[in-house]
Nanobody, 124 residues
């Protein structure tokens, strides 16, 4: 079992930046893709970003492209989501997930292990 823990959420103002962190507990995570999703109240879960096992390939959701950046540290099994130019529409519970294989994209079914989420709230 892989334990996934997100951190770094909080309350910020529009235009601010925030950096989320994700720690995965097992060696498996170092060879698998990692991804970020978010869910706002009353809305479906939305793909944010994913990064391949070695960090060589990244994919972003249309809503965050150009503002968010995903990275990872394979040695420590961690992933980071740098969020810039935040808007109130970015307010959501942000989840980190470990993929079932080395590459994973937008489909949540491609991810096997999920964290509990970290709340990001952006005020106008």
């Amino acid at each position: 079992q892989v334990r996934v823990t997100e951190s770094g959420g909080g309350l910020v103002q529009a235009g601010d930046s925030l950096r989320l962190s994700c720690a995965a507990s097992a060696r498996t995570s170092t060879n698998n893709a990692m991804g970020w999703f978010r869910q706002a109240p009353g809305k479906e879960r939305e793909f944010v970003a994913s990064i391949s096992w070695n960090g060589g390939s990244t994919v972003y959701g249309d809503a965050v492209k150009g503002r968010f950046s995903v990275s990872r540290n394979r040695a420590t099994g961690t992933s980071f989501l740098q969020m810039n130019a935040l808007t109130p529409e970015d307010t959501a519970l942000y989840y980190c997930a470990v993929g079932r294989s080395s590459y994973a994209g937008r489909d949540s079914a491609a991810y096997a292990y999920w964290g509990q989420g970290t709340q990001v709230t952006v005020s106008a």
